[in-house]
């Protein structure tokens, strides 16, 4: 075979860059990707790798570097300006851009679910810190709904002749949904403490109740409802790489629902190794969980 040489080489580098930045960064996404076939794999890890990079830009190592707010805002424009642009043109200097335009153009992922996403990374930048219901909403939507979709669409490629209809782009967007409320409640002192933000609607975290931490921990339960119906219909190995994710956060919002609320607030609960394998082993199988 012909090594890879020019554009080829160039997008072979930039997708294994993808690759490195979804293994070093979540152990749980990374262990479920595996059981995508080859291709699909590393067009999920494009999608993760961008979607990575902008959550750091307004959370993590920028502002570690003292970057400011209004600078980090600036970034996250400069960010989507340049996707949106890599996508038009098909390629980027920057290599992350590049894989992820690379797949986008692939796969059917466009403007209406690139610029949500960076809406609401534009809203972390700007360091709102507290959130109704409509601009919770709002906020679930781009920064893990339309990411959802991104997925789907990537699964798609597994079957040429799948349809992506309304009840699949449904249970993508709530299964986006039911992660990111997950990680709200797992990072919930963590937000308020470092970050400043109060993500759950109408919650004080002082005075954060059994009550409220039910409310939500139902909500997540009804997006995995919803969500389990569509996984079923995707592609065989896709179905069961979701499906695995889909165990995995929902065994951690078991662990959500049996945690104290107070405790919630000092501690980040995971799920134990163990867990996590049989979870996967079950899904290598084909079992969606429950």
């Given at each position: 075979?012909?090594p890879p040489?020019?554009?080829d080489?160039?997008?072979r580098?930039a997708r294994?860059?993808s690759s490195?930045?979804?293994?070093a960064y979540s152990t749980?996404f990374?262990w479920?990707s595996r ?9 999920i890890a494009?999608?993760y790798a961008?979607?990575r990079?902008a ?7 920028a502002?570690?570097?003292?970057i400011d707010?209004?600078e ?5 424009d400069a960010?989507e300006?340049e996707?949106?642009?890599a ?12 894989a992820?335009?690379?797949?986008a ?7 209406e ?9 534009r809203?972390?930048?700007e360091?709102i810190?507290?959130?109704?219901r409509?601009?919770?909403g709002?906020y679930?939507?781009g920064?893990?709904?339309v990411?959802?979709s ?5 699964f798609a ?6 349809i992506i209809?309304e009840?699949?782009?449904?249970g993508?967007?709530?299964?986006g ?7 709200f409640?797992?990072d ?5 403490d470092?970050?400043g933000?109060?993500y759950l609607?109408?919650v004080?975290?002082a005075?954060?109740?059994?009550r409220?931490?039910?409310?939500f921990?139902r ?5 995995l409802a ?7 219909r995707?592609?065989p190995?896709?179905?069961?790489a979701t499906?695995?994710?889909?165990g995995l956060f ?6 959500l ?7 919630l607030r000092?501690?980040?609960?995971s799920?134990?190794?163990?867990v996590?394998?049989?979870v996967l082993?079950?899904?290598?199988l084909?079992r969606?969980?429950r």
């Amino acid at each position: 075979m012909t090594p890879p040489t020019g554009l080829d080489l160039y997008t072979r580098t930039a997708r294994a860059s993808s690759s490195r930045i979804i293994g070093a960064y979540s152990t749980s996404f990374g262990w479920a990707s595996r059981l995508l076939p080859r291709g699909v794999r590393d067009r999920i890890a494009d999608v993760y790798a961008l979607v990575r990079v902008a959550d750091e830009i307004v959370d993590g190592p920028a502002s570690d570097a003292g970057i400011d707010a209004a600078e980090r805002r600036a970034l996250v424009d400069a960010l989507e300006s340049e996707t949106l642009a890599a996508i038009e043109r098909g390629f980027s200097p920057n290599m992350v851009v590049h894989a992820f335009a690379v797949t986008a153009r692939e796969t059917g992922i466009g403007e209406e679910l690139v610029r949500p996403f960076f809406a609401s990374m534009r809203t972390d930048a700007e360091g709102i810190a507290t959130f109704d219901r409509e601009a919770f909403g709002r906020y679930v939507h781009g920064s893990a709904e339309v990411v959802g979709s991104m997925c789907l669409r990537v699964f798609a490629t597994e079957d040429p002749g799948m349809i992506i209809d309304e009840e699949l782009e449904e249970g993508a967007r709530r299964l986006g949904a039911a992660f990111q409320k997950v990680n709200f409640l797992r990072d919930l002192g963590d937000d308020v403490d470092r970050l400043g933000r109060t993500y759950l609607p109408g919650v004080d975290p002082a005075r954060f109740t059994e009550r409220d931490k039910d409310e939500f921990v139902r909500e997540i339960e009804a997006d995995l409802a919803v969500a389990r119906a569509a996984i079923v219909r995707l592609p065989p190995r896709s179905r069961r790489a979701t499906a695995a994710a889909a165990g995995l956060f929902a065994r951690l919002n078991d662990e959500l629902r049996r945690t104290p609320a107070a405790e919630l607030r000092r501690s980040r609960v995971s799920v134990p190794t163990g867990v996590k394998l049989r979870v996967l082993g079950r899904a290598a199988l084909g079992r969606v969980p429950r």
